[in-house]
């Protein structure tokens, strides 16, 4: 039976975490709390680890670094914290973060807590009892775009957010750090990867501004009001978030994006139901986009194959902590062929010169 991704489930063997540690801080944190801490896992996330925590009637969410972890800076959870801290007054789907402990005797690890958000988060393969028609399909993408375009009206400086990146040079600094984070990770000879590095280097866009960005805003990544799938009741996972072009953000979510037209192999892999009938396509996606924040997107193409290629080195580079022993999660085994594929893709787009 194929586990249900938005429910928590046991923890998985190897990524437990330490009860007795763990409850003496909770309970220090709120005394009045009754009843044994239970803990379970969201089984969804190839990155950070995120849980359940049950306190007595309290409910928290937890946020961890990944077991056998190698880039310390990727999952720095004290600035998860300190990002969500001053963006939830500003942003309403940014959840409430409660605590942040770095204290190493409680799990090791620094790690946060926040609260706990309901809503239905939609995956490439939709729940049994939800059927998504067009018109529906339509408004969700709308929404999904539009509420990003939100997140980057916001303005950081009033948020307290100016000192989280530093915007200027920020598209070049994204492609050689890319690049290079592939180059440490890589594990097999990829020739699209390579073409894919080079074209990027060649084809830089002017710097359109600087916004709060989420850098990973995709489907999974957003929380949908289950009465209502055209709200966003939270946006979830901002590890990579800080202040940088906005389009780099847009071009991180057409990276995600899938349509109907795509590769069979492309399809298999989709990260939510975008290519569902009625679904805006990714051009239509820049059109909504241009419209709602009276930006110019005149380099979709570049921002698309930058998509493509970043969330392949974030594969690639979740593949090498499988392949090199520092984790034995087999939902990492075979990422590698994902790679190929987000290659693939690229390489379909600029040889036909659109998105």
Known sequence: MTADLNNPT??????????????GMLRRQWPDSLGPLIVEQFPHGHSNLTYLLRLGSREFVLRR???????????????????????????????RPELFCDDATVMGCPFYIMERRHGLILRKTLPPNLTIHP????????????NLAALHAIDYQQAGLGELGKPEGYV?????????????????????MDRLARWLAENLPPEMGATVIHNDYKYDNVMLDAADLTKVVAVLDW????????????????????????????????????????????RQLVD??????????????????????KLAVIVQQIYARFARGHTTDSRFAHLD???LILGSQADHALESGSI
């Open 10 to 23: 046991p923890t998985r063997a190897g990524e437990e975490l330490p009860l007795e540690s763990l409850e």
């Open 65 to 95: 670094p990944p077991f056998g972890n190698q880039v310390a800076t990727a999952h720095d959870m004290g600035r998860e914290y300190r990002i969500l801290s001053k963006l939830n007054s500003v942003y309403a789907p940014a959840p």
């Open 172 to 192: 070049h600094r994204q492609v050689a750090g890319w690049t290079k984070r592939y180059g440490q990770a890589q594990t097999a000879e990829v020739p699209a």
């Open 337 to 339: 062929k994902l790679v």
């Open 239 to 282: 590890e990579m978030a800080t202040i940088g072009d906005p389009l780099m953000d847009l071009g991180t979510s057409l990276g995600y994006w899938v349509e109907a037209g795509d590769p069979v192999a492309l399809q298999h892999v989709a990260f939510g139901p975008t290519a569902l009938p009625g679904s805006l396509t990714r």
């Open 288 to 309: 909504r986009y241009q419209e709602k924040t009276g930006r110019s997107v005149d380099h979709a193409l570049f921002y698309l194959c930058f998509g493509l290629f």
């Open 135 to 146: 018109e529906l399909a339509h408004r969700m993408s709308c929404a999904l775009i539009d």
